[in-house]
């Protein structure tokens, strides 16, 4: 009987051994690596394309609406038809337009999205790659969106995508900071930058309940990060009419829309990675429980999207600078001093504890202190 | 044999996206150009097992700075007319100072002893990395972001409305 939670990696270990029976080392090192690489691809494409009619299902359930429900039973063919649909529509690229820039935007803003997930852990042994600079390396990534925005906004020659991408630069630039510096009191907790070892780190308790603060923040940041409501601004559809790829069709868009899909997939998967206790869990294989805890995730997503309203770009860079980063660097502050702590596992754990609840309790009370009674009415 | 291939591929991305940078017409495209180059530097550093190195490249050249650039260029008038002058009447002071700088980086390129011998990368490069900042390093590092805060708190001032 073999047990479900070596399955994949023995799975590999087989074709491997085969292969290597009358090919170089070299060239089955590649394959295998080529292998992984186009797994991932074609997992996260279908996790989009899952995702697109879960979010509508999931919208229409929240607003008393059936959400699709014309193709196949209960609507569930719904996004093999939008692709269809995608795939056979009209390229256009308006006169006005840089060429160049108006064709690489879409490709730039993938190949990150998909390149993170190869320092992701899946499962105990389903890591394409444990970096030891992981955390980095998905910091590194996620900023180079902001080129692809902009290049997007600029390239498209329209007034409403260069908002849009003045927009979104902004965004990402404000809650980088604070994201980085949430993510910081975790590696610094962890003692590593590595995904696997910080998931190592959280047993018994995962940083969730060890760092709420960061938690927080991040996952603030997190929606900030993929421009998704209430963050929406860069594309918002009532103010800029799609902001920075307004001007792209068919194919093309369909690259922005898969892009901004895989990074609400992949912040859900550093969500439960760097909080939640990644992949850990009793009785289920390790991946069962990672995909568990990625679709509670997603499903908080979706439902901000249909709690919250829209924010005010001031507003909106207001709470990023005024709020998030200060409350991340007291945060990042408790955190080293916990961590020089000399007190053993529970005594560090109720010094996190009393940190949190200070530094948190203190930022929400100068929060209500000093707003403006007008920013509320 | 594979690494002298890489290492000849990034080398070409670095210099090809460098000559782009001073050739193009548009401004715009010379700043993307810029990011190419940043990137071929950052492959160089994967190449002698700099990850580390290589992620902050990234993270800090492509992400924080190109866009800085790109950001500059857009926000300045009449910069992004494509029928403007790529060159002012002050071209030749450029062409002095970077034919100097060339002169001074080739001399120092051929004299000093670059070593040979290969040696093993250490195995926690960034743990290294980090216990030198706060302790054989702390007082430059210290001076450095000192420094910045000092820049931070000016630009502030500068920009803030009265």
Request: hydrophobic share 60%; with cysteine; aromatic share 12%.
């Given at each position: 009987m073999?047990?479900?939670?070596?399955?994949?990696?023995?799975?590999?270990?087989?074709?491997?051994?085969?292969l290597k029976?009358?090919?170089?080392?070299w060239?089955?090192?590649?394959?295998?690596?080529?292998?992984?690489g186009?797994?991932?691809?074609l997992?996260?494409?279908?996790?989009?394309m899952?995702?697109?009619l879960?979010e509508?299902?999931?919208?229409?359930?929240?607003?008393?609406?059936?959400?699709?429900n014309?193709?196949?039973?209960?609507?569930?063919?719904?996004?093999?038809a939008?692709?269809?649909?995608?795939?056979?529509?009209e390229?256009?690229i308006?006169?006005?337009?840089?060429?160049?820039?108006?064709?690489?935007?879409?490709?730039?803003?993938?190949?990150?999205?998909f390149?993170?997930?190869?320092v992701?852990?899946?499962g105990?042994k389903?890591?394409?790659?444990?970096?030891?600079?992981?955390?980095?390396?998905?910091?590194?990534?996620?900023?180079?969106?902001?080129?692809?925005?902009?290049?997007?906004g600029w390239?498209?020659?329209?007034?409403y995508?260069?908002?849009?991408?003045?927009?979104a630069?902004?965004?990402?630039f404000s809650?980088?900071?604070?994201?980085?510096?949430?993510?910081?009191?975790?590696?610094?907790a962890?003692?590593?930058?590595?995904?696997?070892?910080?998931v190592?780190?959280q047993?018994?308790?995962p940083?969730?309940?060890?760092?709420?603060?960061?938690f927080?923040?991040y996952?603030?940041?997190?929606?900030?990060?993929?421009n998704?409501s209430?963050?929406?601004?860069?594309?918002?559809?009532?103010?800029?009419?799609?902001?920075?790829?307004?001007?792209?069709?068919?194919?093309?868009?369909a690259?922005?829309?898969?892009?901004?899909y895989?990074?609400t997939?992949?912040?859900?998967?550093?969500?439960?990675?760097?909080f939640?206790?990644?992949w850990?869990?009793?009785?289920?294989?390790?991946?069962?429980?990672?995909?568990?805890?990625?679709?509670?995730?997603?499903?908080?997503?979706?439902?901000?999207?249909?709690?919250?309203?829209?924010?005010?770009?001031?507003?909106?860079?207001?709470?990023?600078?005024?709020?998030?980063?200060?409350?991340?660097?007291?945060n990042?502050l408790?955190?080293?001093?916990?961590?020089?702590?000399?007190?053993g596992?529970?005594?560090?754990a109720?010094?996190?504890?009393?940190?949190?609840?200070?530094?948190?309790g203190?930022?929400?009370?100068?929060?209500?202190?000093?707003?403006?009674?007008?920013?509320?009415? | 044999?594979?690494?002298?291939?890489?290492?000849f591929?990034f080398?070409?991305?670095?210099i090809?996206?460098?000559?782009l940078?001073?050739?193009?017409?548009?401004?715009?495209?010379?700043?993307?150009?810029l990011?190419?180059?940043?990137?071929?530097?950052a492959?160089?550093?994967?190449?002698?097992?700099?990850?580390?190195?290589?992620?902050?490249?990234?993270?800090?050249?492509?992400?924080?700075?190109?866009?800085?650039?790109?950001?500059?260029?857009?926000?300045?008038?009449?910069?992004?007319?494509?029928k403007?002058?790529?060159?002012?009447?002050?071209?030749?002071v450029?062409?002095l100072?970077?034919?100097?700088l060339?002169?001074?980086?080739?001399?120092?390129?051929?004299?000093?002893?670059?070593?040979?011998?290969?040696?093993?990368?250490?195995?926690?490069?960034i743990?290294?990395?980090?216990?030198?900042?706060?302790?054989?390093?702390?007082?430059p590092?210290?001076?450095?972001?000192?420094?910045?805060?000092?820049?931070?708190?000016?630009?502030?001032?500068?920009?803030?409305?009265?």
């Amino acid at each position: 009987m073999m047990d479900l939670e070596n399955f994949l990696p023995f799975l590999g270990e087989i074709v491997a051994r085969w292969l290597k029976g009358f090919l170089p080392v070299w060239l089955v090192d590649v394959i295998m690596m080529v292998v992984v690489g186009l797994l991932i691809i074609l997992l996260m494409v279908v996790v989009v394309m899952a995702l697109t009619l879960l979010e509508r299902k999931i919208l229409g359930r929240l607003q008393d609406r059936l959400g699709p429900n014309r193709v196949g039973p209960y609507g569930l063919i719904q996004p093999i038809a939008d692709v269809l649909k995608l795939l056979v529509k009209e390229d256009i690229i308006p006169e006005k337009a840089d060429k160049l820039l108006h064709f690489l935007a879409p490709v730039i803003i993938v190949v990150p999205a998909f390149m993170v997930w190869a320092v992701i852990p899946f499962g105990k042994k389903l890591v394409a790659a444990d970096l030891n600079i992981a955390v980095l390396y998905v910091i590194a990534l996620g900023s180079v969106t902001s080129i692809a925005i902009l290049m997007a906004g600029w390239g498209s020659g329209n007034k409403y995508a260069l908002l849009g991408g003045f927009r979104a630069v902004a965004q990402l630039f404000s809650y980088e900071v604070p994201m980085a510096l949430a993510i910081l009191s975790v590696v610094m907790a962890a003692g590593s930058m590595s995904l696997q070892k910080i998931v190592e780190a959280q047993s018994p308790l995962p940083f969730v309940l060890l760092q709420p603060v960061a938690f927080l923040i991040y996952f603030i940041c997190g929606v900030a990060e993929t421009n998704r409501s209430p963050f929406d601004l860069p594309e918002a559809e009532s103010e800029i009419i799609a902001g920075y790829h307004i001007e792209y069709s068919g194919v093309k868009w369909a690259m922005f829309f898969l892009a901004e899909y895989i990074n609400t997939f992949a912040i859900s998967a550093m969500v439960v990675t760097l909080f939640l206790g990644g992949w850990k869990g009793p009785v289920l294989p390790s991946y069962i429980w990672f995909f568990i805890k990625v679709a509670i995730m997603v499903y908080v997503f979706f439902w901000f999207r249909a709690t919250f309203p829209r924010l005010r770009i001031d507003q909106l860079l207001n709470f990023s600078w005024k709020f998030l980063v200060p409350l991340a660097m007291a945060n990042l502050l408790v955190t080293g001093l916990v961590v020089k702590l000399d007190l053993g596992y529970w005594g560090k754990a109720s010094a996190y504890w009393a940190g949190n609840i200070l530094a948190g309790g203190l930022a929400l009370y100068l929060l209500g202190r000093f707003t403006p009674k007008k920013a509320l009415a | 044999m594979g690494m002298q291939i890489a290492f000849f591929l990034f080398s070409l991305i670095a210099i090809v996206g460098a000559i782009l940078v001073v050739t193009t017409k548009r401004l715009f495209h010379s700043a993307l150009a810029l990011v190419l180059s940043f990137v071929g530097v950052a492959g160089l550093y994967i190449l002698l097992e700099a990850e580390f190195l290589a992620a902050l490249q990234i993270l800090i050249y492509v992400g924080a700075i190109a866009i800085l650039i790109l950001f500059a260029i857009m926000l300045t008038r009449h910069l992004m007319d494509p029928k403007a002058r790529a060159f002012n009447e002050q071209w030749w002071v450029a062409a002095l100072v970077a034919g100097f700088l060339f002169l001074v980086l080739m001399a120092m390129i051929l004299r000093v002893p670059w070593p040979i011998k290969a040696a093993a990368v250490p195995e926690n490069v960034i743990e290294g990395l980090g216990s030198s900042f706060v302790g054989e390093y702390l007082v430059p590092f210290e001076v450095a972001s000192v420094l910045l805060m000092a820049a931070l708190i000016g630009a502030i001032i500068i920009a803030r409305e009265r």
